[in-house]
């Protein structure tokens, strides 16, 4: 079957100012994401730029003008994100800057790998610090919830064929309340929502580049934090988590951001953040096998679920969570571990 979005893609490249070199016949996926958005890496030839990176936003699915203002004001906080060189609004697609093909997840087993954390977490600071909120929406009460109703809908009914009786319903609700009364209570900042070792890229100057931004939001300080540090891709032991954590904390500090002056107040919210962001992730990667077509997700669902299930275990107030996560696993407890 032809794919007419691609030639569609192909005539409009062409139809580009010839000072920008493309070369039609190097066009090559570069990469594609959880949305529908696709995107193809393009070379340049006697141009300033040796490559392009072509992205493909079907109109009828994917708004672009989110992208295009959120780069605009994550460009003027100087942070490294693509530069917008063309754009077709009405078909849907954009030549950006190549930020390159090495992202922090293929460096998270390399002997440096700290220095590359501290680079994400200073490039988070200089984000919370330094990029304006305009016109951006907020992380209220009816966005977290949303998400949350996730969990229930596509993990335990749809993908473990678990549905929640009368009293799991009203516990589940509970739950969710309070996350999210305790979630709105947290300071405000820009929020990527996608901040993690996949849209993280190692380059040689102002590392790292920043992708998949364009769902940024005004919300709770430490939701980018959960998705660099307990990342769905990536498996961090606690002890470096916690001490990952710590480092931020101690640096937002001296950057008057507005965290909590106690180190264990922030964990927590930090804690709760993460269970509401790895309670909508378990929903949305079932949701993207059962509704989408796209199993490669479903290999990282056991990381998430061990994420849930230890903030869970911490927090008396989530026991009745603990109980449904376990019988939707079909799974018994030690007697005296029992929630």
Do not use: C
Not at 316 to 339: H, M, N, Y
């Amino acid at each position: 079957m032809q794919d007419t979005r691609f030639e569609s893609l192909k005539l409009w490249l062409k139809s580009l100012p010839n000072e920008l070199g493309i070369d039609l016949d190097s066009i090559s996926p570069a990469s594609s994401d959880a949305s529908f958005r696709r995107y193809f890496r393009v070379i340049g030839k006697n141009s300033p730029y040796s490559s392009f990176i072509a992205m493909d936003a079907p109109v009828d699915k994917e708004d672009s003008r989110p992208f295009i203002h959120v780069a605009k004001l994550l460009l003027q906080a100087q942070i490294n994100v693509p530069i917008i060189f063309e754009l077709d609004l009405q078909q849907g697609f954009l030549l950006l800057s190549d930020l390159g093909t090495t992202t922090l997840f293929s460096k998270v087993n390399e002997e440096n790998t700290p220095s590359f954390y501290k680079d994400a977490t200073n490039t988070l600071i200089q984000i919370q610090k330094n990029t304006k909120t305009n016109n951006l929406p907020q992380y209220d009460a009816e966005l977290l919830r949303r998400e949350l109703d996730l969990f229930p809908e596509w993990y335990l009914s749809k993908h473990l064929q678990y549905d929640l009786n009368e009293q799991e319903k009203i516990e589940l609700e509970s739950i969710f309340d309070q996350l999210i009364e305790q979630i709105l209570l947290q300071p405000t900042v820009f929020v990527h929502r996608d901040y993690h070792s996949r849209n993280l890229m190692i380059t040689e100057k102002n590392s790292p580049g920043v992708l998949d931004f364009q769902d940024a939001v005004i919300g709770p300080i430490t939701y980018d934090l959960v998705s660099i540090f307990r990342d769905a891709y990536v498996s961090l032991d606690e002890e470096a988590q916690i001490d990952y954590v710590v480092r931020y904390w101690e640096t937002a500090k001296k950057e008057n951001l507005p965290v909590s002056h106690d180190f264990g107040e922030f964990y927590r919210a930090f804690e709760w953040m993460g269970l509401q962001r790895h309670l909508k992730v378990l929903g949305i990667f079932a949701r993207l096998f059962h509704r989408d077509g796209k199993d490669g997700y479903l290999k990282d669902l056991p990381l998430v679920l061990q994420y849930t299930e230890k903030a869970a275990q911490r927090y008396s107030i989530f026991r009745p969570l603990v109980r449904i996560l376990d019988a939707s696993q079909k799974r018994a407890r030690p007697t005296g571990l029992t929630f």
